[in-house]
C-alpha cells in the first residue's frame, strides 16, 4: 500500500497572498491529477501531470510534478476568496483508479 | 455538459435498515466508481465498476454491495447500516479507456445513521 501524504492538512491566509501544497509519497507514479473541491459538492479535476518535472500553470495556479515523480506541489500566487476549498492530489493507481490524499483544507480570508 | 447525478443530498437511516445509494451519469462512460470521504481521510475507494454487471472492490468493500445493472447507473447498497458508515458518499464517472481518467463527481450525499 502506497503512503501519500498532503500537507499542510489546513491553511488560512490573507487574500493576495502566496501559498504552496504539498502531495508526497514513497511510490514513482505514471501520472497525478489534482482536484478542487467546494463545500457541498463532488471534487473537480484542476489539473493532469504526467511527466517527471513537467509545470502546468492554470491562471494563479502553478502545479509542479517532481523530477522522480513522486511527489507535486501546487502553487497559488495572490490568492482570493474564491480559492477556497479543499485541493486534493489524486496520482494515478493503475487498473484505471486514482488514489486520493486526504487533502489541503484552504480558507482565503478577504 | 457532463452530469452525475445522486438521488439524494441528505439521507438519514435506522441502525440495521437496507440503504440504497443511485448514481446516474449522462456521458456514456465505462468506468463507475463509489468512495466515502470522512475528515481527515480524504477519499477511500469502496467499490468500481468498468462495465455493465462487472464490479471489482475497492480498498473498502466490507459492508456494502453494488449494482450495475445499466450503462449509466451504478448503486450501492448499505445490506445494514451501522453507525459506522455514516459519511459523505460520492459518485463518480470516467471515460476510460482512451480518455484522461479526468473523474467527474457526484454532489455527494452525507448519509447519517442514527
Known amino acids: 500500500t502506497q503512503l501519500l501524504e498532503q500537507s499542510p492538512q489546513f491553511l488560512s491566509i490573507q487574500e493576495g497572498e502566496n501559498l504552496t501544497v504539498y502531495c508526497n509519497s514513497s511510490?514513482?507514479?505514471?501520472?497525478l491529477q489534482w482536484y478542487r473541491q467546494e463545500p457541498g459538492e463532488g471534487p473537480v479535476l484542476l489539473v493532469t501531470?504526467?511527466?517527471?518535472?513537467e509545470v502546468k500553470k492554470l491562471k494563479r495556479l502553478t502545479f509542479q510534478f517532481g523530477d522522480a515523480r513522486k511527489d507535486s506541489s501546487l502553487h497559488i500566487t495572490a490568492a482570493q476568496p474564491g480559492d477556497t476549498g479543499l485541493y486534493l492530489c489524486?496520482?494515478?493507481?493503475?487498473?484505471?483508479?486514482?488514489?486520493f490524499g486526504q487533502g489541503t483544507r484552504l480558507t482565503i480570508n478577504p | 455538459d457532463v452530469k452525475v447525478t445522486q438521488s439524494s443530498r441528505y439521507l438519514v437511516k435506522r441502525t440495521g435498515e437496507k440503504v440504497f445509494l443511485e448514481c446516474v451519469q449522462d456521458?456514456?462512460?465505462?468506468?463507475m466508481f463509489w468512495y466515502r470521504q470522512d475528515p481527515g481521510l480524504g477519499l477511500r475507494l469502496i467499490y468500481f465498476?468498468?462495465?455493465?454487471?462487472?464490479?471489482e472492490k475497492g480498498d473498502i468493500p466490507e459492508g456494502y454491495s453494488v449494482s450495475r445493472e445499466k450503462k449509466e447507473r451504478f448503486s450501492l447498497i448499505l445490506e445494514s447500516a451501522s453507525t459506522n458508515q455514516t459519511s459523505m458518499y460520492l459518485c463518480?464517472?470516467?471515460?476510460?479507456?482512451?480518455?484522461?481518467?479526468?473523474?467527474?463527481f457526484g454532489p455527494g450525499t452525507r448519509l447519517t445513521v442514527t
Open positions: 511510490s514513482v507514479f505514471s501520472s
Open positions: 463518480a464517472s470516467t471515460l476510460t479507456p482512451g480518455g484522461t481518467y479526468e473523474q467527474y
Open positions: 456521458m456514456d462512460h465505462e468506468n
Open positions: 465498476s468498468y462495465d455493465v454487471k462487472m464490479k
Open positions: 501531470v504526467v511527466t517527471g518535472g
Open positions: 489524486a496520482p494515478f493507481q493503475g487498473a484505471q483508479k486514482l488514489v
